[in-house]
Antibody
């Protein structure tokens, strides 16, 4: 069974940095396209970033230059390094495996709150 | 700036059929956008229903189907049940490694 478990969320001050993790089981992060999606309180889903199996990375304009997606093969874990955080980055962050250009397996999410 | 459009809300009677749509503010949705659909209830992670236009995700009943209708992607729910009452989101792959979600449709079953 494929399972994704996010962690690393918390309360962070504006301008701060945080690293989210997504531990995978039943799936190898290096062999799959993996993505981060977020959802601000009371709002809809927003695609954030993708890491292709071949290593290519892409970002939504709202996070480009501030967020970095990466993976650790030995830990079978996907990461999202977030810096220069803003209040509007407050959201539940989900990792997801892509299949057929859609997200087919989701984690349970981790909450990031950016506030002073 | 690509904007993906969805009906803000929709209602269906129990046992009825409803079709939710997913469009583009400019242009037509085709299979090359690989539309996919997700169901979400409050406080829960999204559940994948459909990907690549019309492929049902594992465990999704065949009451849910995806298609292209005219210039939009569509999610059709037949035999609506009370627990289909949820938010439904579509996402389109717009190319160059970028995906864009629609704003979601709140479906009421009553």
């Amino acid at each position: 069974e494929v399972q994704l478990v996010e962690s690393g969320g918390g309360l962070i001050q504006p301008g701060g940095s945080l690293r989210l993790s997504c531990a995978a089981s039943g799936v190898t992060v290096t062999s799959n396209e993996m993505s981060w999606v977020r959802q601000a309180p009371g709002k809809g889903l927003e695609w954030v970033s993708v890491l292709y199996s071949g290593g290519g990375t892409y970002y939504a304009d709202s996070v480009k230059g501030r967020f970095t997606i990466s993976r650790d093969t030995s830990k079978n874990t996907l990461y999202l390094q977030m810096s220069s955080l803003r209040a509007e980055d407050t959201a539940v962050y989900y990792c997801a495996r892509l299949r057929g250009f859609g997200m087919d397996v989701w984690g349970q999410g981790t909450t990031v709150t950016v506030s002073s | 700036q690509t904007v993906v459009t969805q009906e803000p809300s929709f209602s269906v009677s129990p046992g009825g059929t409803v079709t939710l749509t997913c469009g583009l503010s400019s242009g037509s949705v085709s299979t090359t956008y690989y539309p996919s659909w997700y169901q979400q209830t409050p406080g829960q992670a999204p559940r994948t229903l459909i990907y690549s236009t019309n492929t049902r995700s594992s465990g999704v009943p065949d009451r849910f189907s995806g298609s292209i209708l005219g210039n939009k992607a569509a999610l059709t729910i037949t035999g609506a049940q009370a627990d289909d009452e949820s938010d439904y989101y579509c996402v389109l792959y717009v190319g160059s490694g970028i995906w864009v979600f629609g704003g979601g449709t709140k479906l009421t079953v009553l």
